[in-house]
């Protein structure tokens, strides 16, 4: 079982939808979350930090459940510019990120 | 640019040469990530540093990877003998700090490819 699982997608959706992605992860001492967004695999860049309050940026919400070890983005209003792949990160403590395989948005006009 | 700097964005070697890849932290950061992407795979981490030393080697090959970050300079990956199965992306990153929750910070990557 890997560490941290996403869906690959792709997920096609159009302009102006919502989209959730799902995230769980295997190690239940995991300290810190992450999503990260990767454009055509160029380098990965921060979206947002995840924290067990749950916490939003913009058209972007993440939230956390500990108990199930999942973790959520969801993307509002969707934007031809959201169009990448989002990894779900865990940090283990120790400062090793964990990536999940990436889930693929492709927004269309 | 105070970002994470990489270099050389693309690299091509012969099996068998040596491969050297550099990275400087963000300006104030003192701690250096390497994570590699094989074609169609997720980012995998290798090694973890501070100045002048290795904290976590882990996820490094046991054999032909090296890594250094030394007093000065940047942080260098060294990959010697080089095989097909090194043609990557590798990618560094940096934090502040080590406090629980610390971002990274990913530079563009070097893109490897073996003859």
């Known amino acids: 079982r890997k560490e941290v699982e996403q869906d690959p997608g792709p997920f096609n959706v159009p302009e102006g939808a919502t989209v959730a992605f799902n995230c769980t992860y295997s190690?239940?001492?995991?300290?810190?979350f992450f999503w990260y967004r990767q454009d055509c695999r160029k380098e990965p860049k921060l979206l947002m930090s995840?924290?067990?309050s749950g916490n939003e940026d913009g058209r972007f919400t993440a939230q956390l459940n500990r108990a199930s070890q999942y973790i959520s983005l969801l993307i509002r209003d969707s934007k031809l510019s959201d169009s990448a792949t989002y990894l779900c990160?865990?940090?283990?403590?120790?400062?090793?990120?964990?990536f999940g395989g990436g889930t693929r948005l492709m927004v269309k006009p | 640019n105070a970002g994470v700097m990489q270099n050389p964005r693309h690299l091509v070697r012969r099996r068998g040469q040596e491969a050297r890849l550099r990275c400087s932290p963000m300006?104030?950061?003192?701690?250096v990530y390497w994570y590699r992407q094989l074609p169609e795979e997720g980012l995998k981490f290798m090694v973890y540093?501070?100045?002048?030393?290795?904290?976590?080697e882990s996820g490094m090959p046991k054999e032909r990877f090296s890594a250094e970050f030394p007093k000065e300079g940047p942080s260098i990956l060294r990959i010697q003998q080089v095989v097909r199965g090194d043609s990557a992306a590798y990618f560094c990153?940096?934090?502040?700090?080590?406090?629980?929750?610390?971002?990274?910070?990913f530079g563009d990557g070097t893109r490897l490819s073996i003859l």
């Open positions: 300006k104030g950061h003192s701690h």
């Open positions: 995840v924290y067990s």
């Open positions: 190690n239940s001492a995991s300290q810190s």
């Open positions: 990160v865990v940090d283990n403590a120790g400062n090793m990120l964990t």
């Open positions: 990153a940096s934090s502040a700090d080590s406090n629980r929750g610390q971002p990274q910070h």
């Open positions: 540093l501070q100045k002048e030393n290795i904290i976590d």
